[in-house]
């Protein structure tokens, strides 16, 4: 199998979950020298287990902390949770090599980006705000991400190598993180919504008639699966669209607009999530029932 040769700079992810994973086991050409990851979850060997597991299955090392990690790192992936972003740009900055690609993956408001670029900035990095602009499974490293800010144009050149599908948005650290936040407020708020929708025509007998309505008036749409799909996303990562969501608020109030919508989002995907309820077999019905069955 041809790697990539050995001018490409050391590989580090912080934050090694979903995103990270999907990134990392995709790699095409594979990287020359091994990539290190780190998740807060290795410190404790309790809850160890599923990353090292993951670091195991994408041929990534783990690394104790963050100094480790990044240690002759000269491209790094940010891939923690949205309300983490900037704390693990404090945490790492310390510890970055002089010139090293910082890649802010996170979903997070411009408003936080523009705070990481100045932590990251300040200790001798380059900062590139990246969107993930659609699920990391099945595309991997493939799925479609946008760049943004002075950095944005090399770091694309640079992770095409790697099979990634990169384009750049604009010229300033944010513009990126903008268009994932305002596309947000649709597509976390249309789960919410027909979440919202259809749990109350279930628990009123009218489930039926409401999705009948709903079809004749957007056929488009198949309802009754997308509002199957839309909570199975919920109950499997609300959490974490949760803190998401709270970044388009800020998002929204940075512009001087309100964030009403989005806030009612934010109740939802948490409080569904907070059930942790196993979504099961795709059947709208059965999803609701258990959902209803605990509120």
Known sequence: MPEIVDD??????????????????????????????????????????????????????PAADTKKALEGAGLIFSVVTADQALEA???????????????????????????AAVLIEAAGGRYVDVAVMAPVYPKRHEVPLLLAGPNAAQAAVLIKRLGMRPSVSGPKVGDASSIKMLRSVMIKGLEA????????????GVEDAVLASLQASDPGIDWRARGSYNLERMMVHG?????EVEEV???LCGLGLPDWMSRG???????VSSLDID???????RRSDAVLGIL
């Open 8 to 61: 490409f700079p050391g590989i580090a992810l912080v934050g090694f979950g979903e995103a990270g994973h999907a990134f990392a086991s995709g790699w095409f050409p594979p990287p020359a020298f091994r990539p290190r990851a780190y998740d807060v979850k290795l410190q404790d060997a309790g809850i160890a287990g599923p990353v090292l597991e993951r670091c195991a299955s994408a041929g990534v090392e």
């Open 89 to 115: 740009a404090r945490a790492c900055a310390p510890h970055l090599a002089h010139g090293a690609l910082w890649l802010d993956c996170n979903s997070c408001a411009p408003q936080t980006k523009q705070q």
């Open 193 to 204: 919504l027909t979440t919202e929708c259809l749990l109350a025509a279930r628990r009123a």
């Open 239 to 243: 959490a974490r669209r949760a803190a």
């Open 249 to 251: 608020c800020a998002t």
């Open 265 to 271: 989002t934010v109740e939802w995907q948490r409080l």
């Open 279 to 285: 979504p099961g077999e795709d059947d709208l019905a």
